[in-house]
């Protein structure tokens, strides 16, 4: 009887190792795809005027993989006359990193305001969203 109760505490334990293996392995899977929009205006910091014809870069990765990124997947787009700007990126895995391209301004050096510089942002939808871009002769 004894070697039957301990065979049953050992697949009892065996199949509970298992279960606990099972979940861990499940916590670190990829999340599914996300979606992630950010739509607003480009400003020039000092005048606060619109700047158009701005290139904006999506691409799925953090802030400190810019350029190396961590997937190929990146959507492109340009601010209008006004400085407005729409810009999408669909089924990706990681955060969203945004990157601006500007004759004359800094090149991924941009400011929501005076205590934040963005690097990357979580799936969602960011509305309203302003950009002030610093001129290179003002650095």
Request: with cysteine; aromatic share 18%; charged share 20%.
């Given at each position: 009887?004894?070697?039957?109760?301990?065979?049953?505490?050992q697949?009892?334990?065996?199949?509970?190792?298992?279960?606990?293996?099972?979940?861990?392995?499940?916590?670190?899977e990829?999340?599914?795809?996300?979606?992630?929009?950010?739509?607003?205006?480009?400003?020039?910091?000092?005048?606060?005027?619109?700047?158009?014809?701005?290139?904006?870069?999506?691409?799925?990765?953090?802030?400190?993989?810019?350029?190396?990124?961590?997937?190929?997947?990146?959507?492109?787009?340009?601010?209008?006359?006004?400085?407005?700007?729409?810009?999408?990126?669909?089924?990706?895995?990681?955060?969203?990193?945004?990157?601006?391209?500007?004759?004359g301004?800094?090149?991924?050096?941009?400011?929501?305001?005076?205590?934040?510089?963005?690097?990357?942002?979580?799936?969602?939808?960011?509305?309203?969203?302003?950009?002030?871009?610093?001129?290179?002769?003002?650095?």
């Open positions: 009887m004894k070697a039957i109760n301990q065979y049953v505490f697949i009892i334990s065996f199949i509970f190792i298992l279960f606990l293996i099972t979940l861990s392995s499940c916590s670190k990829k999340k599914g795809p996300n979606n992630t929009a950010i739509y607003g205006k480009v400003l020039d910091y000092y005048t606060l005027e619109p700047i158009p014809d701005v290139q904006i870069i999506m691409k799925d990765g953090f802030g400190a993989t810019f350029y190396t990124g961590v997937s190929n997947l990146i959507s492109i787009t340009y601010s209008d006359d006004n400085g407005y700007y729409y810009i999408e990126l669909k089924d990706h895995y990681y955060e969203a990193t945004l990157g601006l391209v500007k004759d301004y800094s090149s991924y050096k941009y400011i929501i305001d005076d205590y934040h510089i963005p690097q990357s942002f979580p799936a969602g939808i960011y509305p309203d969203y302003v950009i002030r871009l610093k001129p290179i002769e003002n650095e």
